[in-house]
């Protein structure tokens, strides 16, 4: 199916996202985005709040707007340095830095169970790993395509 671009009107441009996750407190997730992940706090409102490390901002909304376990990818310059950061700090890894056909990257979970991927350039001397998916089984790359551990 091939679409035609819509025809020019304004030019507006998309400055970029900013993903919402829901959690739980406030109080909680801060502590941990800011003391445990090296977010800083953009600026609060009752419930909702802005979070930023470097160009990756993070809306939190407590109680509201969105569901628990959503799943965010952030582009960084060096995932396994992060992995360093993160283990020395206590972050929840839920999987290592490992190398993909789209990247290398590793998941990290939030205290209400939001995850982020966070990845960067694959390693050219490391081969394909394994896969979390978001129940927690495992997924081998085996002759080009994906297979569900058993």
């Given at each position: 199916?091939?679409?035609?671009?819509?025809?020019?009107?304004?030019?507006?441009?998309?400055?970029g996202?900013n993903?919402?996750?829901?959690i739980?407190?406030l109080?909680?997730?801060?502590?941990?985005y800011?003391?445990?992940?090296?977010?800083?706090?953009?600026?609060?409102?009752?419930?909702?709040?802005?979070?930023?490390?470097?160009?990756?901002?993070?809306?939190l909304?407590?109680?509201?707007?969105?569901?628990?376990?959503?799943?965010?990818?952030a582009?960084?310059t060096?995932?396994?340095?992060?992995?360093?950061?993160?283990?020395?700090?206590?972050a929840?890894?839920?999987?290592?830095?490992?190398?993909?056909?789209?990247?290398?990257?590793?998941?990290?979970?939030?205290?209400?169970?939001?995850?982020?991927r966070?990845?960067?350039?694959?390693?050219?001397?490391?081969?394909?790993?394994?896969?979390?998916?978001?129940?927690?089984?495992?997924?081998?790359?085996?002759?080009g395509?994906?297979?569900?551990?058993?």
């Amino acid at each position: 199916m091939r679409l035609d671009p819509a025809p020019p009107i304004a030019k507006t441009l998309f400055e970029g996202v900013n993903p919402i996750l829901r959690i739980d407190s406030l109080t909680i997730s801060l502590d941990y985005y800011v003391r445990t992940l090296g977010f800083k706090i953009q600026w609060e409102a009752p419930f909702f709040v802005c979070v930023s490390r470097d160009r990756c901002h993070l809306f939190l909304s407590e109680g509201d707007q969105g569901h628990r376990g959503t799943w965010i990818w952030a582009g960084v310059t060096d995932v396994d340095a992060l992995f360093a950061e993160y283990t020395a700090a206590g972050a929840r890894i839920r999987h290592p830095p490992t190398n993909y056909p789209w990247g290398r990257e590793m998941q990290v979970a939030d205290p209400d169970g939001n995850i982020l991927r966070l990845g960067c350039e694959t390693k050219g001397s490391e081969a394909t790993g394994e896969w979390l998916d978001m129940e927690g089984h495992r997924w081998d790359f085996i002759k080009g395509r994906w297979h569900r551990e058993v």
